[in-house]
């Protein structure tokens, strides 16, 4: 057995806070704009329409009345500061509103304005507002790393969800998850390839299992009765993986049988590999 060659770093009890990579470096981050076309094909407004802060407080109201865990993360902060360090995007940009209090701050204005008495403290629904939400809701992860920190288990990343399906709602959405559902809505896999590009890349694949193996290695589509199926992501479809799969697989299946399936929207194709 060949002997593993890897560095274990020893604990020495100290904790390191990164230094900040740039003070208020995100601050002016505005997050790029869904196109309409896949707002549309995921069933929200293509855009902002006349009068979305009634349409935003509904669906906030909609999400409180369904989602009593948010309703309790807008009411029980305490506002102890035990979670701020604790978002390594805040630590990475030293901006109060990528704490994961700071956050949430920005929805617990607009809560407080519309659904609770001390609507003095808070802030309406606003362009300035929106522009907030968009900016920092799509600078949390949703990791949760600070939900473990926090004494009332405030889960930020709920938090986060929630703003973004309001902003969904109201036609305004992120451009880059928009449009890998939209992918997934119109072809049934994230990257968009569609039944032809498939065909190819698997002709690729029998070429170069041939070369590797010597052997005619067929790979027939929408094969019946096949006795494995392997599930890659589609994204591997593009890469080298795929193939070192296949021949990883061979060696566990005395059959030789090796199913690579895959889901397309208006096509289902199984692939049959024979080694
Ligand atoms: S869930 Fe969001 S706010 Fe909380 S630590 Fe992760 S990125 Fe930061
Ligand atoms: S740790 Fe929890 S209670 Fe304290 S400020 Fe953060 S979210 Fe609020």
New binding site residues.
Partial sequence: MSKEHYHIHKLTGKIQTPKLLRKGNQASEFTFLAFEEDMETLGFPKKLQEGWQDKAVGVFKELLDNNKALKTYMDICVRCGA?TD?????LGSGDIN???VG?AELMRKVYRYYFTPFSSKGEPFSEHVLKQWMSYFY?????????YFCPYGI???EI?MAAREIMDSIGVGEKYATNTITQVYRTGNNIGIDANALKNTIAEFEEDLKDETGKDIKIPIDEEGAEVLLVPPSADFFAIRILSQCLVMRRYFTKQVLVIHYHLMHLRLQTLVCL
């Fill in positions: 979670c604790k978002c390594q995007f805040f990528n704490t994961p956050r600078q949390c992860s949703e990791c949760r790393r600070c939900s889960d930020t990343a986060t």
